[in-house]
């Protein structure tokens, strides 16, 4: 009996601390999204297979080529870019599937076939909201 209450009571325990993640992440606010999209965006690596970051390819300073292109300016011309394709499916796919499009001036397959692997789905959201926002 007293086996079963100790069982009870470790499940409402359980139920609690999920339901107290899942406010959690409601609460998360796009201002938190981005702040952790640029910590992503910024790390030299990526993954466990620690993948190239981003960061050493990309600088969010207008006109600055490091091996991709600046990306100063994103969220003016992502919309347009690809018909069809809202900012937030241009961004996500030149992550996921950066060959789908190619910028004009450079080469296909310098960025990795897809970061996939390297990001979780959290992560992903997170850079996204933070591309979005660069002007
Ligand atoms: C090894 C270098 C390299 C790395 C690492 C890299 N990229 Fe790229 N990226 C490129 C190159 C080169 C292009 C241009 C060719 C193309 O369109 O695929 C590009 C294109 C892009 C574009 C399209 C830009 C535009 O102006 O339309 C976006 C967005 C982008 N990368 C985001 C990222 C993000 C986010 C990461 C990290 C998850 C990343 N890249 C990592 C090299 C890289």
Same mark, same amino acid.
């Given at each position: 009996m007293?086996?079963?209450?100790? *069982?009870?009571?470790?499940?409402i325990l359980l139920?609690? +601390?999920?339901?107290?993640?899942?406010?959690k992440? $409601?609460?998360? +606010?796009? /201002? /938190?999204? *981005?702040?952790?999209?640029?910590? *992503?965006?910024?790390?030299?690596h990526?993954?466990?297979n620690?993948v190239?970051? %981003?960061?050493? %390819?990309?600088? +969010?300073?207008?006109?600055?080529?490091? *091996?991709?292109?600046?990306?100063?300016?994103?969220?003016i011309?992502?919309?347009h870019?690809?018909?069809? $394709?809202?900012?937030?499916?241009?961004?996500s796919k030149?992550?996921?599937?950066?060959?789908?499009?190619?910028? $004009?001036?450079?080469?296909?397959?310098?960025?990795?076939? +897809?970061?996939e692997?390297?990001?979780t789905k $959290?992560e992903?959201?997170?850079?996204?909201?933070?591309?979005?926002?660069?002007?």
């Amino acid at each position: 009996m007293k086996s079963l209450a100790l *069982i009870l009571f470790s499940l409402i325990l359980l139920g609690c +601390t999920d339901g107290g993640k899942i406010e959690k992440t $409601e609460k998360l +606010t796009v /201002n /938190n999204l *981005i702040a952790q999209g640029k910590l *992503i965006f910024n790390r030299k690596h990526l993954g466990k297979n620690k993948v190239v970051g %981003c960061v050493l %390819c990309h600088s +969010t300073k207008k006109g600055v080529v490091i *091996i991709g292109p600046s990306l100063a300016g994103l969220s003016i011309r992502a919309p347009h870019i690809v018909p069809n $394709e809202d900012a937030r499916q241009y961004i996500s796919k030149a992550i996921l599937n950066p060959d789908a499009y190619i910028v $004009e001036g450079f080469l296909p397959g310098t960025m990795l076939a +897809t970061f996939e692997d390297a990001l979780t789905k $959290e992560e992903m959201n997170a850079l996204v909201e933070y591309l979005l926002q660069l002007d």
